[in-house]
C-alpha cells in the first residue's frame, strides 16, 4: 500500500472492511439455518459452537471497526498514532502492522497486563 496514503481515509477503508466481514458472517449463519430441517442432536451442539464462535468474531469485528471510525475521526484531526494513554507517538511501523493501535507498546501491554492483544 502506498505510504502516502491518507491515514484518514486508509483507516476509514479498514473499517468498512470489518463491517463487510462481519455482514458475511450474518449471511453465513442464515444459510445455515435453511439445513435445520436435518436435525441431529450431535449437529446442534456444533451449530451452536459455531453460533458463539461467530458471535464472538463478530463481536471483536464490531469492536474493531469503532476503533477504526473513531481513529479515522482522529487522523482527520491530525491525533492519529498519538498513544491514548501516555501522548506519546506510537511508531510509525507499529501503525503499519496494528493500523487500529490505540497505544504505544509499553501502555498495551501495561493494558492488557503483559499479554499483547
Ligand atoms: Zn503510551
Given at each position: 500500500m502506498p505510504k502516502d496514503e491518507d491515514q484518514a481515509e486508509r483507516l476509514a477503508r479498514l473499517a468498512r472492511e470489518a463491517?463487510?466481514?462481519?455482514?458475511?458472517?450474518?449471511?453465513?449463519?442464515?444459510?445455515s439455518e435453511a439445513s435445520d430441517a436435518h436435525h441431529?442432536?450431535?449437529e446442534a451442539a456444533t451449530d451452536a459452537e459455531a453460533r458463539e464462535r461467530?458471535?464472538?468474531?463478530?463481536?471483536?469485528?464490531?469492536e474493531e471497526e469503532e476503533r477504526l471510525l473513531r481513529l479515522a475521526e482522529a487522523a482527520e484531526?491530525?491525533?492519529?498514532?498519538?498513544?491514548?494513554d501516555c501522548g506519546g507517538a506510537i511508531p510509525a511501523a507499529r501503525l503499519e502492522i496494528v493500523p487500529d493501535a490505540e497505544r504505544?507498546?509499553?501502555?498495551?501491554?501495561?493494558?492488557?497486563?503483559?499479554?499483547?492483544?
Open positions: 463491517h463487510e466481514r462481519a455482514e458475511a458472517l450474518d449471511l453465513a449463519a442464515d444459510g441431529h442432536p450431535a461467530q458471535l464472538q468474531a463478530q463481536l471483536r469485528l464490531k484531526r491530525g491525533e492519529y498514532g498519538i498513544c491514548v504505544c507498546v509499553s501502555c498495551q501491554e501495561a493494558a492488557s497486563g503483559g499479554r499483547r492483544r
